[in-house]
């Protein structure tokens, strides 16, 4: 059981390849981080994965438990089990939270099952509480008005309400003071378990402090340069990325 | 998504799709009239109409004027859109009916005509949460009725043929003076053939908590629907009116050209909601106007969905202090379709406020135009006016263009003027899709957010309805 690249190379619509050659498999009941320095192709990574139309695919795979996710829509990958909490969520004005994330969980049932209300919103309260998010939150606009540090604790809402097998985060931490990367920490490690994979996307180490990975790797120049374990960040820590750079290209 | 692959997937298939949009009104009935004033208008066409529905003299020189009036005036194609040059008037039927009266009850009416208006939920509709019903078949109302209560209070609501007959004095004094004969072509028109539409009088003091409603229903082919709505409150009155609107698909087009005027005297409140849904060869030429005295209040509450061109602009003359006037508008332009609409506010006394909120959506090949006109002349003071117009546009062959012409003279007033145009981005996109929903279902979810807060003003069982016609709508332009 694992979300599994090989060897993906990706390129933006002009031409330019930004993936070149990454491999990497999560299985489920692991935390992978990923940290590189800009420009390394990390958040491209997680993009391609979710089929963002911007980057063709010109070779590798993805797979999910074995199929073939590239063959896959985006709405598809997504229903699939891929998740994607956005470095930058887009505003879509006039909808609800509410009304968004059920549209999200109705999209997973079959034809003419609808949602029960009230489960719904016990489910979402729940989840809420546990993110200290404001109840008056359902009913505001999706991410329209949010402050950086509500869109990133709406994005692990909506993670949590959708409960896909894997998670990738792209960039949570950015814009977080120390109290909001807690309370979103808080989230992600409820939702750690044997049935469900991680994939965190970080520049930084501190996102690191509050979720332990169990696998981390380094990627430079679109590929995965180095991979080991949580120590690893202690050495980047303390190096920089230049150095592993440097040594990757030695 | 990129844009050039919505554009591809507009074809045939799409074409289609749109149509399924219609498909509860796109049902016909074989036509069995008893009067049918044949193709064409010519004088001879005014007298039949006359000698049919039995007219006093004044309404046939009325009419007669009117034809005289509409043939000397020249198309408006000079700023409107040169698609009015295909309406062939010689092809058209000008008035088909049974030679029935109204019916007051459902029973009485006959079989086809019952069923075609089961079929659109009107019945059902009128015993959950309405007033009284109107229910207009080609020329003539099948149905009208209302609760005994309102008849105990004196409320007056029945077709415009019995309006000018039997309330004459009610109706005449006000027939035709907020739309003169000679407004535009179209109401000089509709003046010539009119037949059907409401006339409402509603007394002094009486507020009706009900909303009264009519549904105009095109069943037969080349026909042109020319209904004629009169509502007058009466001091302090309040009323709603809520009209909709089908036809099937036909071959040919059709012509949908009403006129309708409102009267709120000293501190009445008339709310007119539309809720229209023409097939896509409807041409609808609709004048609509409201007269305000002081401190009453007209709005529009207008909803346009449908037909191959829509040309509506409905307009409050505020002519009493501290008069109101409020036009909220909706139109959805797909494929095939021009909506052309607007507001139109005439401040004539001080201290008057009027608003203007429009939102238009462009869909595929869709156009959509607001057109605003905003008078405030020099000699008034305290007047407000707040305009707002935002599109909408689903892809890059949509179209939408905005008129805005706002005359305020002098400076003691306060105007305010707002447009934007956005697009569903891609990025908006992506982020919902990435969330399991589809790309149809994705394209819904926005285009109500876009309209979510002008919904709120439709009363609760059309913005229902609304909300599932845009529904449809989406899905099928997507593919």
């Known amino acids: 059981m694992s979300l599994s690249i090989q060897n993906l190379h990706a390129t933006l619509e002009d031409g330019t390849e930004i993936l070149k050659g990454v491999s990497l498999d999560v299985p489920t009941g692991q935390v992978h981080a990923i940290m590189g320095p800009n420009g390394s192709g990390k958040s491209t990574l997680s993009k391609v994965i979710a089929g963002h139309e911007g980057y063709v695919v010109t070779g590798g795979s993805v797979t999910l438990e074995g199929e073939d996710v590239l063959a896959m829509s985006i709405d598809e990958r997504s229903r699939a089990g891929v998740f994607l909490a956005f470095q930058y969520p887009a505003e879509v004005p006039g909808v609800s939270n509410a009304n968004f994330i059920r549209a999200a969980l109705q999209a997973r049932l079959p034809e003419g099952v609808e949602i029960d209300a009230v489960a719904f919103y016990k489910s979402l309260y729940e989840r809420m509480d546990l993110l200290e998010m404001d109840r008056k939150f359902t009913g505001r606009a999706v991410n329209e008005g949010f402050s950086g540090g509500e869109k990133k604790r709406n994005e692990i809402l909506q993670m949590m309400m959708l409960e896909p097998r894997y998670c990738i985060l792209d960039e949570t931490d950015s814009g977080l003071d120390i109290d909001a990367l807690k309370i979103v920490a808080k989230g992600v490690n409820s939702m750690r378990g044997p049935d469900r994979g991680f994939l965190l996307i970080t520049h930084y180490q501190r996102l690191l402090d509050h979720i332990t990975p169990d696998v981390l790797h380094v990627m430079a120049g679109g590929r995965i340069v180095r991979t080991g374990g949580p120590e690893l960040a202690q050495e980047l820590e303390a190096h920089g990325y230049d150095f592993l750079k440097e040594a990757a290209l030695a | ?479």
């Open chain 2, 1 to 479: 998504m990129s844009y050039q692959e919505t554009n591809a997937i507009l074809d045939d298939e799409t074409r289609e799709a749109i149509d399924i949009d219609r498909s509860k009104g796109d049902f016909t009935f074989p036509e069995r009239h008893k009067y049918d004033a044949g193709r064409g208008l010519t004088a001879n066409t005014i007298d039949y109409i006359c000698d049919v529905k039995n007219d006093p003299e004044w309404v046939r020189e009325f009419r007669h004027k009117a034809l005289r009036v509409f043939l000397e005036k020249p198309m408006p194609t000079h700023w409107a859109t040169r698609d009015l040059e295909n309406i062939v008037f010689e092809n058209i039927r000008y008035y088909l009916s049974d030679g029935e009266r109204p019916k007051r009850s459902w029973d009485e009416v006959p079989e086809d005509v019952l069923k075609t208006f089961e079929r659109l939920g009107i019945p059902d509709q009128e015993r959950a949460f309405l007033a009284g019903v109107e229910a207009q078949y080609d020329s003539e109302a099948a149905y009208s009725n209302m609760k005994d209560e309102l008849r105990k209070q004196g409320v007056l609501f029945v077709s415009s043929s019995e309006g000018l007959k039997e309330h004459e004095e009610i109706f005449r004094p006000w027939f035709g003076k907020v739309i003169p004969t000679g407004d535009n072509k179209f109401s000089a028109l509709n003046s010539a053939v009119f037949s059907g539409g409401s006339f409402i009088y509603v007394p002094k003091g009486v507020k009706l908590k009900q909303p009264l409603q009519a549904y105009f229903r095109i069943n037969s082919e080349s026909f042109g629907q020319f209904e004629r709505t009169l509502i007058i409150a009466d001091e302090g009155a309040e009323v709603m009116y809520m009209e909709g609107c089908t036809a099937p698909k036909f071959e040919t087009a059709t012509l949908h050209s009403a006129v309708v005027e409102l009267v709120a005297l000293k501190g009445a409140k008339i709310q007119y909601v539309t809720v229209q849904n023409w097939s896509s060869n409807v041409f609808n030429l609709v004048t609509k106007r409201g007269l305000a005295m002081e401190d009453a209040e007209v709005r529009w509450i207008d909803c346009n969905i449908g037909s191959r061109l829509t040309m509506k602009y409905p307009g409050v003359i505020m002519k009493g202090r501290r008069a109101r006037g409020e036009v909220i508008s909706i139109a959805l332009a797909n494929t095939g379709q021009h909506q052309d609409t607007g507001a139109k506010m005439i401040h004539a006394a001080d201290e008057t406020t009027s608003n203007i909120v429009s939102k238009s959506i462009s869909v595929g090949e869709g156009r959509a135009t607001y057109r605003g006109q905003v008078h405030i002349p020099r000699h008034l003071k305290g007047c407000r006016n707040n305009t707002e117009c935002d599109a909408l546009l689903i892809n890059s062959r949509s179209r939408t263009d905005t008129y805005p012409a706002i005359t305020v003279r002098g400076n003691r007033h306060a105007t305010q003027h707002e447009a934007s145009v956005s697009q569903v981005s891609e990025e908006m996109l992506f982020y919902m899709q990435q969330r399991g929903i589809d790309e149809g279902h994705a394209m819904s979810l926005a285009v109500n957010g876009f309209i979510n807060d002008l919904v709120r003003e439709f009363p609760m069982e059309y913005s229902v309805e609304l909300k599932r016609l845009i529904d449809l709508e989406m899905e099928g332009s997507v593919g």
